[in-house]
């Protein structure tokens, strides 16, 4: 079947701006992030125990407040909704050295967790507000490039800052983050929605299309009801839960979600405890991961988007590669080699891990934003996003469980995940929109084909 593609990798109104803010306040994420309970510690002056369950109950709280984030990007568009939480988060920081008891900083951290609980379905809706088609996949490449090069960033910035003033640094880290969060909302104000073109026009042949067929077969739809009397189709949470496709597309996501939280919660772990090797290593490891992502993420992105994939195989691809990665480390774990042989072979490991990780991240995030309804966009996502969110509740449980009992079969779990989400997106394809699964949609020209000619008194349609 011959196909016409339609391009739509048309740079963004305003993506420069939407670049250097999401890599400011990611340099502010990474400020505080790899320190966290002892930034608080000394932020506010309250114990480690009392930092840690604020943190904890807040987080939760955080998770709670995400669908209705999802229905304020519905309502109000998710550019407002951003500039909304860049403004929150930039106050909560600004706040936090002023909240040294117990209630202020438990008030303080509440309101600047649901921010941060929610930011990522805001920003995901935002891509789908601002680029259309290929330019999805290349604006979710580079954002995620410059998370991660501005987190690191972040790390190297307050090392430098406690190193100049010891603790006392981290008040200055905190006023920090909040000029960074200001001034990447400033720069995100800028951006500009565009309108789905390419959805409207699709929209508008199936609609001539169909019109010109009830035409042709009007006398067998004269019974039929009258519109009015149609039941209206479901609206907001409804919606997405009447979705069994993007519901399986979520469920697919939490599977591979489990791998994603494998770098920062069993690695450690599985190093100190298992291998028995120094904790040095899960710095290198870190090192090499983040440089990569810096570093080459954009250039896979864009070797993956130019090869014309669908967006499911790729992610596929992705999770194939952690599976592989996944393998290699219950290798590793068997056969123990020594200092030199494990070294070289986690780094190897890593290095596959990591390619998974910049093959599906792009794929998945794009295929997501596609596949919600534009209408209701942000409650979909806000679901979506609840996958990655249960994988990081569940992840430090579920690993330690299954690390006590022998140190393979967390990732002897890890490699059946990632093989289940394999195989469901590319089960899941033929159900997607094909808006979700191609970044640019194939339309198939016997569609036009099919059309009925025009009447020859009207003009002929362009």
């Not at 710095?283 to 983040?290: E, S």
Request: one cysteine or more; hydrophobic letters at 55%; charged letters at 10%.
């Amino acid at each position: 079947m011959s196909t016409v593609k339609v391009s739509a990798g048309a740079r963004v109104a305003g993506e420069r701006p939407l670049l250097v803010g999401v890599g400011l306040s990611a340099i502010g994420i990474g400020m505080y992030v790899p320190f966290s309970l002892v930034f608080f510690h000394h932020v506010t002056g309250l114990s480690f125990t009392l930092v840690g369950l604020v943190m904890t109950v807040t987080g939760v709280a955080g998770l709670a407040f995400m669908p209705l984030a999802g229905a304020a990007v519905d309502r109000f568009g998710a550019k407002k909704v951003n500039l909304v939480l860049y403004g929150i988060r930039a106050l909560g920081f600004a706040l936090y050295p002023l909240a040294g008891s117990l209630p202020a900083f438990a008030a303080v951290a509440l309101v600047t967790a649901l921010a941060d609980r929610s930011f990522a379905v805001v920003q995901q809706s935002l891509i789908g507000e601002v680029a259309r088609g290929a330019a999805r996949d290349r604006l979710q490449a580079s954002l995620r490039a410059l998370q991660n090069a501005g987190m690191g960033a972040g790390a190297l910035l307050v090392s430098g800052v406690l190193a100049v003033w010891g603790t006392g640094g981290f008040t200055y880290t905190a006023w920090g983050n909040a000029l960074a969060f200001a001034l990447a909302g400033l720069l995100v104000s800028r951006v500009r929605p565009v309108r789905d073109t390419a959805a409207t026009a699709a929209t508008a042949t199936a609609t001539a299309t169909a019109t010109a067929l009830a035409t042709a077969t009007a006398p067998a739809l004269a019974t039929a009801p009258a519109a009015g009397s149609a039941k209206r189709p479901p609206a907001g949470y409804r919606m997405v839960l009447r979705d069994r496709p993007f519901l399986g597309l979520t469920a697919a996501n939490f599977l591979t979600a489990l791998g994603y939280s494998a770098l920062s919660v069993l690695f450690p772990l599985y190093l100190s405890t298992w291998l028995t090797a120094p904790d040095s290593l899960t710095g290198a490891a870190f090192t090499v991961n983040t440089a990569l992502c810096a570093g080459v993420g954009v250039l896979v992105a864009g070797r993956v988007r130019r090869s014309g994939a669908r967006r499911t195989r790729s992610a596929a691809l992705g999770a194939l590669l952690f599976a592989a990665a996944f393998v290699g480390q219950i290798v590793l774990g068997t056969l123990r080699p020594g200092q030199t042989g494990t070294l070289v072979a986690l780094l190897a490991i890593v290095v596959v891990y990591t390619l998974g990780e910049l093959v599906h991240s792009p794929s998945g995030g794009a295929l997501s934003v596609s596949a919600a309804p534009e209408a209701v966009r942000g409650r979909y996502l806000a679901t979506y996003q609840l996958s990655y969110s249960l994988a990081s509740a569940l992840a430090p449980s579920l690993f330690t469980a299954l690390l006590a009992v022998d140190g393979r079969l967390p990732w002897a779990v890890l490699t059946v995940t990632a093989l289940g989400a394999a195989l469901a997106l590319v089960r899941l394809e033929r159900h997607l929109p094909a808006e979700a699964v191609y970044a640019e949609p194939p339309v198939p020209a016997a569609v036009a084909a099919a059309a009925p000619a025009p009447r020859p008194s009207a003009p002929a349609a362009v």
